[in-house]
Structures are given as structure tokens and as C-alpha cells.
């Protein structure tokens, strides 16, 4: 009799895990997003192009942390370390869209977009998130403003 319920138990516990930690992680590595950076052509000189493409990697870079994040209960100092390195990308790619640019201007509404998104995974993964917003309408609005940022610099 014993040695059912620790079987059971043992079976329970990877189905657990399974569903868990497997199964997103499968789904992560099979799903591919919806979209992603991908880097355009265009004169690299030019700051439009720095500031568009800053601002589209520390996208992905958020889009990454939070699909890491996005299942089972978080651990806030883990949080903390892996947040940080998106959190001074998010800050590098503000700071690099100071041109005067049209482009630029968009570029860095997408950057503000993108803080304001970190800001509240940021404060959810801590439990001191009061309000919530649609993150799948603000990353669409991210998206369109560096569509926009693109168009405007001719890539």
C-alpha cells in the first residue's frame, strides 16, 4: 500500500513539472512570436537607424524576459538580475533617439511605450502592481510606431 502512494505521489510530481515547466518552455521553443526584431537595411551612419534599431532589440530583449517570467510564481531576486540588463537597454536605446529626426521621435514614443510596459511587468513580478493595462495592445502600438519610425527614415 505504501509503495502505491509513493508511486502515485512520484507520478503526480512529474506531471507537475510536466505541465509546469515543460510544457511552456516546449512551447517556447516550438512557437515562434508573432513578431520579432529583425534587423533592416540601411545607412548605419544615419542616428534614425541606431535609435529605430536600439529600440527594436530592447523590444525583443522585453518580450524575452517577460515570456521567461510569464509562467509559475516568480522569484523576485531572479527577477531583479535578469530584469536589469532589459531595463539599461530599454534606458541605452531612450538616450540614442536624442536625434532630430521625424523617425526619431517615433522611435523614442516606442522606447517610452516600452518603459512603461517594463515598469508594470516589473511591478507585477514584485506584487505591487496596482493597475493593469493590455500588454498585447501596448506591444501593438510599439510595433506600429516602429513601423512608422522605419517608413519615416525610408528603410
Known amino acids: 500500500m505504501l509503495s502505491k502512494l509513493v508511486s502515485l505521489a512520484v507520478v503526480m510530481a512529474i506531471i507537475y513539472f510536466a505541465l509546469t515547466r ?8 516550438v512557437a515562434p512570436t508573432a513578431r520579432s526584431y529583425q534587423a ?15 529600440v527594436a532589440q530592447a523590444n525583443d530583449s522585453l518580450g524575452q524576459l517577460v515570456r521567461r517570467f510569464s509562467t509559475g510564481p ?6 531583479s538580475t535578469a530584469s ?6 530599454i534606458r541605452d ?16 514614443e516606442a522606447a ?8 508594470q511587468f516589473d ?12 500588454p498585447a495592445r501596448n506591444q501593438e502600438r510599439v510595433f506600429n510606431l516602429l513601423d512608422e519610425a522605419r517608413s519615416l527614415a525610408g528603410f
Open 22 to 29: 515543460g510544457l511552456p518552455w516546449i512551447r517556447e521553443q
Open 40 to 54: 533592416t537595411d540601411g545607412d548605419t551612419s544615419d542616428p534614425a537607424w541606431s535609435c529605430i534599431e536600439r
Open 74 to 79: 516568480t522569484d523576485v531576486d531572479e527577477w
Open 84 to 89: 536589469w540588463d532589459v531595463e539599461a537597454e
Open 93 to 108: 536605446a531612450e538616450m540614442t533617439c536624442s536625434c532630430p529626426a521625424e523617425a526619431c521621435s517615433k522611435a523614442a
Open 112 to 119: 517610452g511605450e516600452l518603459r512603461a510596459m517594463f515598469s
Open 123 to 134: 511591478a507585477t513580478a514584485r506584487g505591487t502592481a496596482t493597475t493593469y493595462s493590455n
